[in-house]
């Protein structure tokens, strides 16, 4: 009976051991997970900027095609004879060559 109670110690302080020493490298790596964690969030992958460059190209194209057509539609009222049509062509085009350098021009493939 008493060599079962010893076989039951050992085996037990064994594993509490065990316990201990993952509970002593999850306190020992612990302030770097939380350093590596804050500095993922505070940093911006290249996935993640070319992502967030795509975007904007993509919202910048889709306001110059907006723009595009209602320049066409206020230069057809133009040319029918509508002044203010005129004058709100003269600020859609204004508009659209601030947005031109912002939108890529795609390469000609021959």
């Given at each position: 009976?008493?060599?079962?109670l010893?076989?039951?110690?050992?085996?037990?302080?064994?594993?509490?051991?065990g316990?201990?020493?993952?509970?002593?490298?999850?306190?020992?790596?612990?302030p770097v997970r939380?350093?590596?964690?804050a500095?993922?969030l505070a940093t911006?992958s290249q996935?993640?900027?070319?992502e967030k460059?795509g975007?904007e190209?993509?919202?910048?194209?889709e306001?110059?095609?907006?723009?595009q057509r209602?320049?066409?539609?206020?230069?057809?009222?133009?040319?029918d004879g509508?002044?203010?049509a005129?004058e709100?062509?003269?600020?859609?085009?204004?508009e659209?060559?601030?947005?031109?350098?912002?939108v890529?021009?795609?390469p000609?493939?021959?």
């Open positions: 009976m008493r060599g079962l010893i076989i039951a110690a050992v085996a037990s302080s064994l594993t509490l051991s316990c201990l020493a993952k509970a002593a490298l999850d306190v020992a790596t612990a939380v350093a590596s964690k500095v993922d911006t996935s993640e900027a070319d460059r975007r190209i993509r919202q910048r194209e306001r110059l095609g907006r723009l209602q320049y066409e539609k206020e230069q057809q009222d133009c040319t509508d002044r203010r005129c709100k062509a003269q600020k859609t085009y204004a659209m060559q601030v947005l031109m350098p912002g890529p021009v795609e000609v493939t021959r």
